[in-house]
């Protein structure tokens, strides 16, 4: 079953401006937590977002979580051409296990 | 650093053969997951293992097995390959405090192939 939706599917940015990623999900959730993916390979964790807090940061990211909403924004900014990747949300249903959504693909063109 | 790897980046086999995916972790993770990744799917769990010998089907688990005899290791098995069992597979790792999810460690994938 998919719990998080992605939004965009796809996006397109020039080198050096912000991406801004969505995730919508349907259940109440332990953490969400973002990954990377570069083309072909496995995935990276980026950052892990507990129900409990509103906003974190890990350097050139910015992610947001509204509970109320269920939804969450992963912000990129200063984004640089190694940036270019899927990019997933994924949500902790309290089962010991992950629920990814479709992924985000962003180019970012130098 | 964790290291999780995964016995081949490719493979090709033949509809009917039985097709072993080995995946093997460094870590001393208590659970390991299966993935398939299809595109506009995103990641879909075929199974997990939470500890040595114990495993739980996940969101498809039709068609595959899986073993778990040492706890750095987790087998994928595909039972007579379908060509529908082309696919990204992935493999990862994580530490385990449920009823919480910790981040997971992925391998770098086995793109499988069947014709």
């Known amino acids: 079953s998919q719990q998080g939706e992605e939004d965009p599917q796809a996006l397109s940015i020039q080198e050096g401006e912000n991406a801004t990623m969505n995730c919508s999900y349907k259940t109440s959730i332990n953490n969400l937590q973002w990954y990377r993916q570069n083309s072909g390979r496995g995935l990276v964790h980026l950052i892990l977002i507990r129900s409990n807090e509103r906003e974190k940061h890990s350097g050139r990211l910015r992610v947001t979580l509204d509970t109320s909403k269920k939804s969450s924004s992963l912000l990129i900014t200063a984004s640089r051409a190694a940036d270019t990747a899927s990019y997933f949300c994924?949500?902790?249903?309290?089962?010991?296990?992950?629920?990814f959504g479709a992924g985000t693909i962003l180019r970012v063109k130098s | 650093d964790v290291k999780v790897t995964q016995s081949s980046r490719y493979l090709v086999k033949r509809t009917g053969e039985k097709v072993f995916l080995e995946c093997v972790q460094d870590?001393?993770?208590?659970?390991m997951f299966w993935y398939r990744q299809d595109p506009g799917l995103g990641l879909r769990l075929i199974y997990f293992s939470y500890d040595v010998k114990m495993k739980e089907k996940g969101d498809i688990p039709e068609g595959y097995s899986v073993s778990r005899e040492k706890k750095e290791r987790f087998s994928l098995i595909l039972e007579s390959a379908s060509t529908n069992q082309t696919s990204m597979y992935l493999c990862a790792s994580s530490f385990s405090l449920a009823p919480r999810s910790y981040e997971q460690y992925f391998g770098p994938g086995t793109r499988l192939t069947v014709t």
């Open positions: 994924a949500t902790d249903q309290y089962g010991n296990k992950l629920v």
């Open positions: 870590m001393d993770h208590e659970n």
